[in-house]
């Protein structure tokens, strides 16, 4: 049962006047549950909480954080059917679609546990002193990533389990030893509601301190924004629109005494480059792997491929025949919510009615319903090229075909583009040598760069960067997905001459944590 | 000779009709010399020979980069006398003084070319797919870091070597592969044009593009913000005052299309906390210790330590005695500029006229001959908590002793502080531990922590943190001094499916490269 509370740590809390109610797409309706939304004075005590969470928190023992996560991983789960019949009336997504995202994000939970055991994300370096130096011994110096503090996270509607509640940046800022506060999406309140009562029983039954974990309800310009600006907070993870992301990035840095980090994921439009071996002799292999994707959860993941750049000739011209055709085939769905339906059919009649763009394909509107139909537009790299208007996110099941007259039109029309998360590359090894330049200048705009596959699908592993230049994120050096997501909730502190009783695990001689560490510059996970 | 000219990439460049000239505090005139403020033209030409450049550069073999900055570091050295005396002039800084600093800034070069010839910096992390994975195969993820593009860099005043032209900033944007655009320092522009010279000649032997290194003679808040401005500088890294350094971040933010990492050491002042044991043992060799780095190099250090934080007791007064006494003593220095001179008398006097604020040493104002005379002010705890004035950096040789009548005074006073480089603890390993509460407070704070020594002298090595919370930096994530400081001006990206063909050498299955990477979750130096 929801109570439409706000979680103060371990507290429940509905102290204010104010309610929300969830709008289900799919239902066409109100759900009846009421939230209440979060009083200044709750929080204050969040935050409070949070702060004194941190104090013990921070020095417990990665095992044990580590058991914590594991914990939450199996409270969400614990949840059974009720997440999973919640999620899908406040979200409209299919079932299995969030059951295997259910999966992602408790084996999200998972690696960094593993990560905690094997300790050695926390960076150690040890240069050890030269008391015998001359003229001047040279100090024992020795350094570790550390946590910051309450950490502030604003997840998305379009993952309601992965990039959300207990989501990536919950379990990479837990993981790393920050205490968190979620502001709850407004689109999925009774979905937050019973992730965050598995995060408190994770919380309870591994004995973390009271505070590591709240979650609040309120607006994003006023809970949300109250938030960012709070002292106490050190560090924000955002993942939506680039509106609502770069209100947090610039309050951050304008509207407090000390500014903070924030890793916002805003907007990507991925684009794709299909090379024209591949337009010859995969076209219709090509166009139903590209409209699956294009298609896929109605269009609504940042990696939706929104861009397909080609070189004009007769192979291209059958390809996007076939592709055409596949989109105009592909079964409208029904989308997030009111905002995010309005906003695509808003974005792509804009871009619609730019300068030099043609309809392929524009399926009817179904607003009515909250559904997305297909688009597909195409327009000529010259126009492309001059107008940045055409780099504006549609989100949803839609394409922008870029039709390069030849290479030098292709490499201006990628030379043009805005920061991404991820680029593709279609083609075979040889020819894409050949293309070099493109691919360097691909390289140069995005996180992640895909060989002859869709960007959709975001493997949860060491290597992944799920990130990129601006706009797609405020800080380029980071990854929302994988490992190394630990390290966004960090600071490397440096220790001087440290009386060893007050060394830390991580930096004793011994390496009682046996991990790897570089010492004297080598590589090594043997003692000193 | 000097020329007064900027360099475009190699090219000698005087365009413009204003000139600088530099003022010498030792010599107590202008130097002769002009130098020519370079044109918006000449800026472009900077930036254009920068972009091009970076095409080329990042792509070259490690070794050959590694060569260059083993290059700039012997043809520094080639410069003899001249480069030291004319720094000597423009600084006021002392013989000795600034050959140990050259020492220091060729040991950077040398420090980031062996990092280079190691390779591991490049943080190569593989997670090899798994084609045969249900219900979706594991696609091939391959990460690393790569460099950003062209950087801008301002150095420091009070490190015309080692935080200036080839300082740490430039020799860690080459060594990721960026090229460099310094905004030459108004108060040493002639030991800029001679090691810009060195760094010119370098590239040339060492078949460095043209336009990998360039600087540009100009105003901070002219040529300086344009140079931050521009769309295609991707980072910047700073070392001055709050005001400028604020004034280049918010532009970083607020002022492009495109916000940029901006890494700025701004302000610190560094806490030296002396606990009972220690005031009453090692009395006066403490004293001794720490005029002797309040007062080093006139106090113009960013590690200066500028407050000094005791619980009263008859040991804490024969102390303060001993250091007033001692900082009486002091010789007055030669300062770097007109305007840190300035500030330096401005500032001890408006700190000296806060409310509680005791005189217990004042030097003469010596504004005239442009020294600082020595400065040891002191103040109770609770006027220190409540009044964010007296953390104001004094810039030369002051310090500010906050006497704290007991044990929670000292924790509130250390719990007020803004964020610093350094803190530093004195005291016995127990008395340390039985003081763990202060100690994690100062670690909350800043960026090192030095156990018994002084915060002065910064060792550039592996482990070295030279960096901090704001206001200390812009960006606490990130070390200015030591190996690690190569990260600043890098971002990963991750290679999906890559194609043997176009994979990096750092990523390659065979490890042509021999670097620790992390494989599957595992460290190893091995093959795939």
């Known amino acids: 049962m929801l109570s439409g509370y706000n979680r103060i740590g371990n507290t429940e809390s509905g102290e204010g006047s104010s309610t929300l109610e969830v709008f289900s797409t799919i239902g ?13 004075e709750e929080m204050e005590g969040a935050i409070s909480k949070a702060e004194k969470a941190f104090a013990v928190y921070k020095d417990m023992p990665s095992a044990e954080k580590a058991r914590f ?12 059917d009720e997440l999973i019949e919640r999620a899908m009336l406040e979200s409209g997504l299919p079932e299995s679609r969030l059951r295997s995202e259910r999966g992602r994000t408790t084996g999200q939970l998972n690696l960094f546990a593993e990560l905690l055991r094997e300790g050695s994300w926390v960076e150690a370096v040890i240069d050890t002193g030269k008391p015998e130096r001359k003229p001047l011994p040279q100090a024992d110096l020795r350094k570790m990533l550390v946590p910051l503090g309450p950490v502030a996270i604003f997840g998305a509607s379009n993952f309601p389990f992965a990039f959300s509640t207990a989501g990536g940046d919950t379990a990479s800022a837990l993981a790393a030893g920050n205490p968190v506060i979620v502001k709850a999406h407004e689109s999925h309140l009774g979905t937050n509601e019973l992730v965050a009562s598995a995060i408190i029983r994770a919380a309870e039954k591994t004995g973390m301190p009271d505070g590591v974990f709240s979650f609040l309800v309120g607006r994003g310009p006023i809970t949300g924004l109250q938030l960012v600006k709070h002292p106490s907070i050190k560090a924000i993870g955002f993942t939506g629109s680039y509106t609502a992301g770069m209100a947090i990035y610039r309050a951050a840095v304008n509207d407090r005494k000390v500014p903070i980090p924030v890793f916002a994921e805003m907007s ?53 025949k076939s592709l055409t055709q596949k989109m105009a085939e592909s079964s409208p769905a029904v989308m997030l919510n009111e905002s995010v339906c309005r906003n695509y059919y808003r974005t792509r009649q804009a871009t619609a009615h730019q300068k030099g763009v043609i309809k392929l394909w524009k399926g009817e509107d179904l ?52 920061g991404q998360l991820t680029a593709t590359v279609i083609g075979e090894s040889n020819e894409i040598k050949k293309f070099k330049n493109c691919l360097d200048i691909l390289a140069s705009k995005v996180g992640r760069i895909v060989f002859n596959g869709v960007p959709t699908g975001v493997e949860v592993c060491y290597a992944m960067v799920h990130g990129g230049p601006f706009p797609a994120t405020t800080d380029a ?20 001459d440290c009386p060893p ?16 560490r570089r010492v004297n510059g080598q590589f090594t996970q043997l003692p000193i």
Chains 1, 2 share one sequence.
């Open 268 to 320: 990507s439009i991925n684009p794709v480059l299909i090379l024209p071996s591949k337009l010859e002799k995969e076209s219709e292999a090509l166009s139903s792997q590209l409209v699956a994707s294009i298609t896929l959860g109605a269009g609504q993941f940042c990696t939706n491929p929104g861009l397909i750049f080609l070189i004009s000739d007769k192979f291209s011209d059958r390809f996007l």
């Open 477 to 496: 050096r980071s990854t929302s997905v994988g490992a190394d997501a630990i390290k966004r909730f960090t600071r490397p502190i440096c220790f001087q």
């Open 28 to 40: 066409q309706k109100n759900l009846p549950e009421k939230f209440f939304i979060a009083t200044r």
């Open 367 to 418: 607003q009515a319903e909250y559904k997305a139909s297909s688009t597909l537009l195409q327009v000529d790299a010259r126009d492309f090229i001059v107008n940045p208007e055409l780099q504006s996110e549609i989100f949803g099941p839609a394409s922008l075909v870029v039709k390069c007259g030849n290479e030098q039109e292709l490499t201006e029309a990628l030379q043009s583009l805005h």
């Open 501 to 516: 009783l007050l060394i830390p695990e991580a930096l004793k001689n011994e390496n009682p944590l046996k991990i790897m």
């Open 69 to 80: 996560l594991d914990a939450i991983a199996e409270e969400i789960l614990a949840l059974g």
